[in-house]
Each structure stands twice: as structure tokens, then as C-alpha cells.
């Protein structure tokens, strides 16, 4: 009941933003369109739209870790999460109060992708609601990000990092845009080091119908996202107890 009736004031609090809202939802869908535009006028087979469409819905969910990590960084930075403090809220109870109002932003986020491709040339199948499901643990992933930047950082250096630093890292090391292959050395590393590219591949593979390539890649970005979110719960409670005794 407690989670709920946070959750609820936040969903509020979110679609009171629709101006991030809608540059959220159409700043990848603007993508999508203009590198589907430029594969039409090109030779080669670069962008195709079956192998683009996972891409984008990755690459736009580091708008939901923008979103999620803005909304905990100034409730910190306000009296109003001083006042919870003295609540019988649990920081479970904070995390998933701004996790739980998120999540269906995040799925909108990547229905909205596919449906935009379905207009591009992308084939109706089954294969695309299994690879939005595939694509539930990366939006726990940026939502989690989000929480622990936000966590950690005040809301116009949430910015900086949600904002610039996480769209690039997942559009550059996610092998979105091109095979990070052609790079390899130390890039190629980092890159499957990292969870953005496993996502990619997963959300691939399930588009293509290949169930049993899904899960080495999802592992990955399951792994992540747990491990973000309970450290995320870790670095809010220890903000809590600095931020009570002060």
C-alpha cells in the first residue's frame, strides 16, 4: 500500500513533464524514420529496419534513465523527501515507488518503435511481442541506471551523465548503428562488457525468430539490472541515513 500511494504521486509527478515526455517517446522515432530514409537511398543493406528497430528501442530507453534519475534527484534535493524520511517508507518502498510508474513509460517507449517500423517495411509477426517481452529486463535495466544516478548525483549532473553520457555509451557501444566488429580491439571489449549490445542482440534475435540465440545475450542484461537495481537501493538507503542525521 505504501509503494502504491508513492507510486501513484510520482506517475503524477511524470505525466505532469509531458514536454520530456513527448521528446522522449519521439526523439528515436525521428531516428528510426531518418535512418530508414537514408537506407532507401543508399546501395547497400546498412539500416535495415528488422535489424534497426531493436536498436532504437534500446537506444530510446536511456530517455527513461534521464526521467527516472531527474525525479529522484530533486525529490532529494527538495524538503518533500525530507518529510518521507520520517514515513514508515522503506527505501525498497522509494525505489519501487519510482520504478513501478516508469515501467509502462519504458514499454510505450518500445511498442511505439515497433509500431513506426511496422509503416517502414517491418513484416507483422508474433516475433514482434516476443521481442518487446525480450525487452522488459532492459527497461528495468535504464530504469535502474536512472535510480542510481539519481541517487547519487544532484538533478542537473543527473543530466550530464543520463543525458549525454548514457545516449551515447548506448547508442555507440550497442552495435545499433554499425558491427562493433569492424572496430574490435579494446572498443569491441568494452562494448560486450557492457549490457547495451546484449540487449540489442537479444531484442535481434527474438525479431528473427531465433529463440535459442535470446537468452545467451539476455543474461547479461538480466544480470545488470539486478545488480544496478539492488545497489540502487544500497546507495538511497545509505543517502537516507546521511541525509536524516544532517
Given at each position: 500500500m505504501r509503494t502504491r500511494a508513492f507510486a501513484l504521486r510520482n506517475y503524477k509527478e511524470i505525466i505532469r513533464d509531458k514536454l520530456n515526455i513527448m521528446f522522449g517517446l519521439g526523439f528515436p522515432i525521428i531516428v528510426l524514420l531518418l535512418l530508414s530514409l537514408i537506407q532507401s537511398?543508399?546501395?547497400v543493406s546498412l539500416f535495415?529496419?528488422?535489424k534497426l528497430t531493436p536498436g532504437i528501442a534500446v537506444f530510446g530507453l536511456s530517455f527513461i534513465s534521464l526521467f527516472s534519475g531527474v525525479l529522484i534527484a530533486k525529490d532529494r534535493g527538495s524538503s518533500f523527501i525530507l518529510r518521507l524520511f520520517t514515513s514508515p517508507l522503506t527505501a525498497s518502498n522509494f525505489i519501487f515507488g519510482y520504478t513501478i510508474p516508469l515501467f509502462p513509460l519504458a514499454i510505450a517507449q518500445i511498442v511505439v518503435c515497433f509500431i513506426v517500423a511496422l509503416f517502414l517495411g517491418l513484416e507483422l509477426s508474433i516475433n514482434i511481442l516476443m521481442t518487446i517481452v525480450v525487452l522488459i529486463p532492459a527497461a528495468v535495466l535504464f530504469i535502474a541506471i536512472g535510480l542510481l544516478c539519481g541517487s547519487i548525483f544532484n538533478d542537473k549532473q543527473v543530466g550530464g551523465v543520463c543525458g549525454a553520457l548514457l545516449t551515447n555509451l548506448s547508442?555507440?557501444?550497442s552495435g545499433t548503428w554499425f558491427d562493433v566488429n569492424l572496430v574490435g580491439g579494446v572498443f569491441k571489449?568494452?562494448?560486450n562488457a557492457l549490457p547495451f549490445i546484449h540487449a540489442v542482440n537479444a531484442g535481434r534475435?527474438?525479431?528473427a525468430g531465433d529463440y535459442g540465440a535470446i537468452f545467451p545475450e539476455l543474461w547479461w542484461v538480466i544480470g545488470y539490472a539486478l545488480a544496478l537495481m539492488v545497489l540502487a537501493m544500497v546507495v538511497f538507503t545509505r543517502k537516507m541515513n546521511s541525509d536524516s542525521a544532517n
Open positions: 537511398n543508399i546501395p535495415e529496419v528488422d547508442a555507440w557501444l571489449a568494452i562494448a534475435a527474438a525479431l
